[in-house]
């Protein structure tokens, strides 16, 4: 079974930097996608950056040079998205997701793709 948690969420003003993490123990697919993820109250959830297991990122064109998803397989699986230049409608809860995949250049920024969902940590971006 895979654990996702999220942390590093909190609140921060227009313009400002904030860098949400997901771990999850040691990941030993051969392949992988792992997305980031947005919902904001009344509004469906939104893929906001992926990253396959050999590094390829994906962006949504909303956070397009100002997010960068990244990660770590060391001891444990860790991705994390800096999150530069915040906006006020950025704001929500932020998901990671993973799900182990083969044949994929690039992982998907649909919600459905990916099986495995943390609790979400919450993103407050005021102007």
């Known amino acids: 079974q895979v654990h996702l948690v999220e942390s590093g969420g909190g609140s921060v003003q227009s313009g400002q930097s904030l860098r949400v993490s997901c771990a999850t123990s040691?990941?030993?697919?051969?392949?992988?996608?792992m997305g980031w993820f947005r919902q904001a109250p009344g509004k469906e959830r939104e893929g906001v950056a992926s990253?396959?297991?050999?590094?390829?990122?994906?962006y949504a064109d909303s956070v397009k040079g100002r997010f960068t998803i990244s990660q770590e397989n060391a001891k444990a699986t860790m991705v994390y998205l800096q999150m530069d230049s915040l906006k006020p409608e950025d704001t929500a809860m932020y998901y990671c997701?993973?799900?182990?995949?083969?044949?994929?250049?690039?992982?998907?920024?649909?919600?459905?793709?990916?099986?495995?969902w943390g609790q979400g940590t919450q993103v407050t971006v005021s102007s």
């Open positions: 997701a993973l799900r182990p995949t083969l044949g994929y250049t690039r992982c998907p920024l649909e919600p459905s793709f990916y099986g495995y």
């Open positions: 990253i396959l297991r050999d590094g390829t990122t994906s």
């Open positions: 040691r990941l030993t697919y051969s392949q992988y996608c």
